[in-house]
Nanobody, 125 residues
């Protein structure tokens, strides 16, 4: 079955950078859209970024546009999220997600067919 395994979270000072990764296995992902979501304590899970595995088209939430970049490495079945200029409000558990054959690269919290276990991102002042 499909598995998504995140890594690369951690603690960083405000203004710093992190690059979490998600290794996907268990299927051929050429028709998938891969995404990142996040959930802070006491808040609902929210969409962050998504990428089409086939044509690399991307979509970002307004809150991270211009600071975060999503990319994929087809040789390693890995999706990266480069996070720059981090703010305290970016602190959350970040989840990798995957949706099979979607009509659009725009993901919602109910779109994905698969989820990873999450990786913690903490941003200190």
């Amino acid at each position: 079955q499909v598995q998504l395994v995140e890594s690369g979270g951690g603690l960083v000072q405000a203004g710093g950078s992190l690059r979490p990764s998600c290794v996907a296995s268990g299927d051929t992902f050429t028709r998938y859209v891969m995404g990142w979501f996040r959930q802070a304590p006491g808040k609902e899970r929210e969409f962050v970024a998504a990428i089409s595995w086939s044509d690399r088209s991307t979509y970002y939430s307004d809150s991270v546009k211009g600071r975060f970049t999503i990319s994929r490495d087809t040789a390693k079945n890995t999706v990266h999220l480069q996070m720059n200029s981090l703010k305290p409000e970016d602190a959350a558990v970040y989840y990798c997600a995957a949706q099979r054959s979607p009509a659009t690269v725009v993901l919602t919290t109910t779109s994905p067919d698969y989820w990873g276990q999450g990786t913690q991102v903490t941003v200190s002042l």
